[in-house]
C-alpha cells in the first residue's frame, strides 16, 4: 500500500472568505466549496488543504509545505500582500524557511531542506 499526501483540515470561521484569502494572499486555487456542509478546499500545485467552518473556538494549527523554490514562493507570497510572519532565513535544524499566518491564526511553514537544495 502507498501513501500519497495527508490532507489537514483547517477550522475557520467563513470557508469562501477563507478561500478567498488563500487564493488572493498566498497564490491558491479554489478547489470546491460544499455550503451545507460549511466546508470547502483550495490547492496550489500538489497542496491541498481543507477548510471547515466552526462556531466553537479555532486553536491555530501549523502546517508544513514542501517547495522548490523557497525563496522565489517568499516573493511571490510577500507580493501578493501575505502576513510573513518570520521571514525567510536557513534553520539550525537544516532547512531554509519562512512563515505565514492566515487570518484564523493558522501558521504556514514554507521550506526545502538545505541538504537537497541544489
Known amino acids: 500500500m502507498t501513501l500519497h499526501a495527508a490532507v489537514p483540515t483547517l477550522p475557520v470561521r467563513d470557508v469562501a472568505e477563507a478561500q478567498a484569502q488563500y487564493r488572493d494572499t498566498l497564490g491558491f486555487d479554489i478547489a470546491w466549496h460544499n455550503i451545507e456542509g460549511r466546508i470547502g478546499a483550495v490547492r496550489r500545485g500538489d497542496c491541498v488543504l481543507f477548510l471547515r467552518e466552526t462556531d466553537g473556538p479555532i486553536t ?54 538545505l541538504w537537497t537544495a541544489a
Open 60 to 113: 491555530p494549527l501549523e502546517l508544513w509545505v514542501f517547495c522548490d523554490d523557497v525563496d522565489g514562493t517568499e516573493a511571490d507570497l510577500t507580493a501578493l500582500g501575505a502576513d510573513i510572519s518570520d521571514p525567510i532565513s536557513d534553520k539550525p535544524w537544516g532547512l531554509r524557511s519562512f512563515t505565514v499566518r492566515d487570518p484564523s491564526g493558522h501558521l504556514i511553514h514554507f521550506h526545502h531542506d
